[in-house]
């Protein structure tokens, strides 16, 4: 498939430019004990599947390994909301008061200072 080119000729689907591989500063950033966040932000990298590759690729490079603090974390526990202000929770495998969750179960939401608190 051929790619678009954009106003200024070069090609590309989107304006912006992709983050390059850059062991050398990669490599700094690891080691002065950045998080994934902040690695991203940092080398203009807007998907975390991005900054895997790149640790990946460092990895084998290097045959060292490297920890990047926020990389791997599951997402499922620890749950975002959405556009619309929909807050999905993942509750399979959660017990309430020794019970598991099933399908139709209601809750009651809460909202107590900084914290959301689901009752039964």
Known sequence: ???????DGSEGSSGIP???YNARVLRELI??????TEIMEKLNIRHKQT???HVLKLISDDKQYYEVRGLYMKSS???KV???GVLCINLSGVKFDGRDVVEG?????NIESDHIVLRM
């Open 105 to 109: 179960d209601e809750f009651v939401v």
């Open 77 to 79: 526990s620890r749950p």
């Open 18 to 20: 992709e983050s390059r």
């Open 51 to 53: 900054l895997r590759q």
């Open 82 to 84: 959405k556009k619309n």
């Open 1 to 7: 498939m051929a790619k678009k080119k954009n106003q």
């Open 31 to 36: 080691n002065a004990g950045d998080s994934a």
